[in-house]
């Protein structure tokens, strides 16, 4: 068969950076953030988190191709903030909103093991 093995998806290649930042040549206070490994799930988090930032004028990802596991996040802000405090915000905000509901969920299954 034809296909690439199934750790390629998930395994970062050595030498390979998770996150890069590439700015935008043309357009002032933009950039885009490739994501190694990664497809819809997290480029769609990533998105909304984004949105609610009001310093974001645009946010958007897309998967180049089926075949190649990497996203590609575009962000374009106003003058008072940057695309990479924009993105560090939106995964700082992200962490923290995911710690919350682990520790709810974890909370409720020891109170219902405790039943």
């Known amino acids: ?25 043309k357009i002032i206070n933009a950039a ?8 819809h799930t997290i480029g769609n988090i990533v998105r909304i988190q984004l949105h609610r930032d009001e ?13 190649q596991y990497k996203i590609i996040v575009r962000i374009h802000t106003t ?5 990479l405090q924009a993105y560090n915000q939106a995964i700082n905000d992200l962490d923290k909103e995911l710690d ?12 219902h093991a405790r039943e």
């Open 79 to 83: 003058s008072q903030s940057s695309p």
């Open 32 to 39: 885009s953030f490739t994501i190694e490994r990664e497809d």
């Open 100 to 111: 919350h509901l682990k520790n709810v969920f974890e909370a409720e299954v020891a109170k």
């Open 55 to 67: 310093n974001v004028l645009f946010a958007g990802y897309k998967l180049p191709h089926p075949l």
């Open 1 to 25: 068969m034809n296909a690439p093995d199934r750790y390629e998806r998930f395994v970062v290649p050595e030498g390979t950076k998770k996150v890069s930042y590439e700015r935008d040549t």
